[in-house]
Structure formats: C-alpha cells, structure tokens
C-alpha cells in the first residue's frame, strides 16, 4: 500500500511563489510520481510529473516555466519526496492540488488522471489578485 501525504499549500498574493510537497511511503516501486490540481466545479488536471529517475519530466502547457517538479529519493523502492515549486502564480492557479504515484508506459498517458493509482489528501492554494 501507498501513502501520500501532501503539504505546503496556502493563501498567496498573485505573481508569489509556494512550494509543495509530497511525502511518499510504502510500496511506491519505483513509479512515477505527479501533481495534479483540481478547481472548484472543475476537473482534475495533471500538472506535472516526474520518473523514479528524473530523466522524465512532464508538465502541462499552462505551468511551463513558472512550475518545476523535483524529488528527493530517500528510498526508491519504499520512500520519496516529491516537490512541486510554483512561481508567479495566477489566480487561475488557485485549486486543490494532489499528489499522485502511478505506473505510466506512454507520454500520451501521463495526463489522464485515471492511470494513476495512488492519491493524497491534496493540499489547498489560493491565489489571490
């Protein structure tokens, strides 16, 4: 069984930064590890993503170059923590974001919310004008 938990998220003024973060415990198997949001009335979205080995790296058109994911490997078969810096953030990326671990085989796959087998509790931000 996997544990996620997430935290670093609360209220910050547009054009601020926050960094999250996403404490992985259990049989995480060397899988990928990703962010995804959620907004109010909204569908969930992949935000980025990341491989066991950092050599892959997704993120969504609307967080490129603002968001960087990163991952400190305490164990790769039993722990990670996996980061999520944002910067100059947008009221539009106000929402609950979640952490996620899941096995990926393609790059058309990594955004589909259904491919990920594990979930967090999410941890909220609010970005305000």
């Known amino acids: 069984q996997v544990f996620l938990a997430e935290s670093g998220g609360g209220s910050v003024q547009a054009g601020g930064s926050l960094r999250l973060s996403c404490r992985a415990s259990?049989?995480?198997?060397?899988?990928?590890m990703a962010w995804f949001r959620q907004a109010s009335g909204k569908a969930r979205e992949a935000v980025a993503a990341i491989s066991p080995s950092g050599r892959t790296i997704y993120y969504a058109d609307s967080v490129k170059g603002r968001f960087t994911i990163s991952q400190d490997h305490v164990n790769a078969e039993t722990g990670n923590t996996v980061y999520l810096q944002m910067s100059d953030l947008k009221t539009e990326d106000s929402a609950m974001y979640y952490c996620a671990n899941g096995y990926i085989r393609l790059d058309s796959e990594w955004d589909s919310s259904e491919n990920w087998d594990d979930w967090g509790q999410g941890t909220r931000v609010t970005v305000s004008s």
């Open positions: 259990g049989r995480i198997n060397a899988r990928m």
